[in-house]
Each structure stands twice: as C-alpha cells, then as structure tokens.
C-alpha cells in the first residue's frame, strides 16, 4: 500500500466549478471554527480491484484532539429529465441544493462518525442530462429495467445512465484515484433499485430519488431524505448514498448480522469494517 504525506492548505479543497450550472459553495463549520490545522494526506486504504483509490485527509485538530478522515463529495443533480414509470408516473428532478446540504449530508455525515469519517461537499452541480441521439431509448430502458429473479438489478442500465451524465464534471483522468467522490440523483435507476455504486464507470455513484422497493415494484414515491435510525421503514436517500459510498470504499454486503449498513435495512459498520 504506498503512503504519500503532504502538508495541504485548507482552501485548497474547494474546487471552483467554473463552468457548472449553479454550483453551491458550501462554508465547513468544522474548518471555520477551527484556528490551526495540521491537514496530512494519506492513503488509508487500496482498494486492490477499484480504478477509484481515495487519498482521504486526516485531521488533527487541536480543539478536539481526534483524526477524522475527510472525503469530498461532488453532488450532481440531474435536470431536464422526465422518466416516465411503466404505470404511467411522471417522474422529475425534486431535490433542492437546501435538501443536500441542511439534510442529506448531515445525515450521511451521522452515519459515517461510526469510522471517523466527515464528507465535505466540494461542490453541488445541478446538471443538464446529455441528450445525444439515445437519450429516449436510454431513459425508457431504465424505467423498465428490473430484478432477474434471483435478485440482481439489471447491469445493462449502467451504461445507459452514464451516458447521461456530462463528462466535463465528472472526475478528469488526473483526478481518479484522489480525494473526489461523486453521487448522481436520478429520478430513477431501474424497479426496486435505490442505489449503485458504479464500481466499472469510475465509481460515478447513482442513487435513485423515486423509488418502489419498498412496495415491491410498485409505483414509485418520493424517496425520504432521512429516516430514524430505531425504525428502518423504506431507507432513506441518505441512507443509500451512505451504503454506496461503502462500496466506493471497499466494503462489501453481508459482513454484518444486524443493523448493517452494508446489509439491506441498517445503519452500523462493524469494527473491521471501520478499521478498513
Ligand atoms: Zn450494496
């Protein structure tokens, strides 16, 4: 596992999306309120089969005298996109830049404590979806994708909505491999599907924020944001980005018995999971 140390700026996280259409700039309250930094990156993990090596930073921060490993995370909201269900649902982009940075994150950042791990928003991209001659076929073809009968989501969407996603934002061929993770909302990702990590485009992570999983295939609702964590109903978006970014970083299902993020309806990490 190589390690590399340098010293790095705190402005040097945020990247200026020049070109992006609306992009949020987002102040850290943990850095804000913070005098002294020493920021060291290293490499924690490898993952030996992902094109996708993290570089995460550890803090040492002399106010609260602990290490947290700080991840940054592109949030692309996918517009001018209507998908229409097989049932005949209308479904659009709903989720706001608010409902990202005074929800989704927070709640995504609550579930990640558990391995002293902070995601920091570098920028949210409201993003036009790439309407190439293949646009209809590609969004009919997700809308009606479903599981084969032993469970597994259709792999032949994947192609489909990354050829909707704009290349001039997604990480450039220097930037694989370092501190930069993305998350894709889609009105929709396929019946009963939520989330997937995209472990073969690059880790471009898609979630789905219409969903029927939880009523079996039927016509989708509005994914929750949040959810309590004491009474796991439908999962929330928050929820399933949490899970998918434990992909991204290497983790697998069913490590866990009970409550397991990485399982179907939970929210732990187990503690090889964290050390991972
Ligand atoms: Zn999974």
């Known amino acids: ?38 920021l060291i990156s290293i490499f924690f993990f490898s993952c030996s089969n992902s094109s996708n090596d993290a570089i995460p930073v550890a803090i040492i921060d002399d106010n609260v005298e602990k290490i947290v490993y700080e991840l940054n995370l592109r949030i692309h909201i996918m517009k001018d996109i209507t998908m229409i269900h097989p049932t005949g649902l209308r479904m659009n982009s709903w989720v ?118 939880h009523n079996g295939g039927g016509v989708p609702e509005k994914t929750l944001l949040a959810e309590n964590h004491n009474s796991f109903v439908r999962g929330s978006l928050s929820r399933t980005i949490s899970h998918e970014l434990g992909h991204v970083l290497n983790l697998h299902h069913n490590e866990c018995d009970f409550n397991c993020l990485m399982g179907s309806n939970g929210y732990l990490l187990t503690t090889q999971q964290k050390l991972e």
């Open 96 to 213: 706001t830049p608010g409902n990202v940075t005074k929800t989704i994150v927070p709640e995504i950042n609550a579930i990640w404590k558990q391995a002293d791990i902070q995601w920091i928003i570098e920028s949210i991209i409201e993003e036009d979806v790439v309407k190439g001659d293949t646009y209809e076929e590609s969004i009919a073809f997700i809308a009606n994708t479903h599981r084969d009968s032993e469970g597994r989501s259709d792999p032949a969407r994947l192609p489909h909505l990354y050829s909707l996603m704009q290349p001039q934002y997604m990480s450039m061929a220097d930037e694989l491999g370092k501190n930069l993770f993305h998350i894709y909302f889609f009105p929709f990702i396929g019946n009963t599907s939520q989330g997937n990590a995209m472990s073969g485009f690059n880790y471009h992570s898609v979630v789905g924020t219409w969903s029927n999983k």
């Open 1 to 38: 596992m190589p390690v590399h140390l340098e010293i790095t700026r705190i402005k040097e996280w945020s990247i200026n999306m020049k070109n992006a259409k609306g992009p949020i700039e987002v102040n850290n309250k943990f850095f804000c309120c913070s005098h002294l930094l020493i």
